[in-house]
């Protein structure tokens, strides 16, 4: 199989293959013992989490990794972050719903994925690149972005789930 990662912008038509991708993430998550971060449900068959997905695809920009074609990858760049997190208080672009398809976990789609956002955001006239993401299971996907670059800014919670903001300047 070809590995060469190709990224298109996205946009509104792309969110059965967005919903798709994020349905094959919790599968894979699920597969490790990783219930906490997205749950246990495909995202498709939560009609609040559809909604909430396809708002931000339609209101940001939203990016898919392909290889050969197909859709592997997806993050959506959005002006300002979800509402459980606070702006920045300077122009930002915040990396919302990465995810890649389980079956391509660990051939560079996330990382191509957070150097597109980095580059995007600098094309953009930004400095300032943000994501949160679930610091559960011992902090692997915290340290996962830090390894991409990222430094660690502050902790939250949406109930009982544990959360860590993360910034790149660009």
């Known amino acids: 199989m070809d590995t060469k990662i190709t990224i298109r912008q996205g946009g509104p038509e792309d969110l059965a293959a967005v919903l798709a991708i994020l349905d094959s993430a919790v599968g894979w998550l699920n597969g490790e013992g990783i219930t906490a971060q997205w749950g246990t449900e495909p995202f498709s068959s939560r009609p609040k989490t559809v909604e909430l997905v396809?708002?931000?695809v339609t209101e940001g920009s939203?990016?898919?990794?392909?290889?050969?074609?197909?859709?592997?990858g997806t993050l959506t760049l959005t002006p300002r972050p979800g509402s459980y997190v606070a702006p920045a208080g300077e122009p930002e672009r915040y990396v919302r719903f990465l995810a890649t398809d389980g079956r391509f976990h660990g051939h560079g789609v996330g990382a191509a994925l957070l150097a597109h956002a980095a580059a995007e955001t600098r094309r953009l006239g930004v400095s300032l690149l943000r994501v949160d993401c679930f610091a559960g299971s011992e902090g692997r996907l915290v340290a996962y972005y830090e390894r991409?670059?990222?430094t660690k800014t502050e902790a939250f919670e949406v109930g009982d789930w544990p959360g860590q903001i993360l910034e790149r300047r660009v």
Do not use: H, L, T
């Open 62 to 72: 939203p990016w898919i990794a392909e290889i050969d074609g197909v859709p592997v």
């Open 148 to 150: 991409q670059g990222f």
């Open 54 to 56: 396809e708002r931000v």
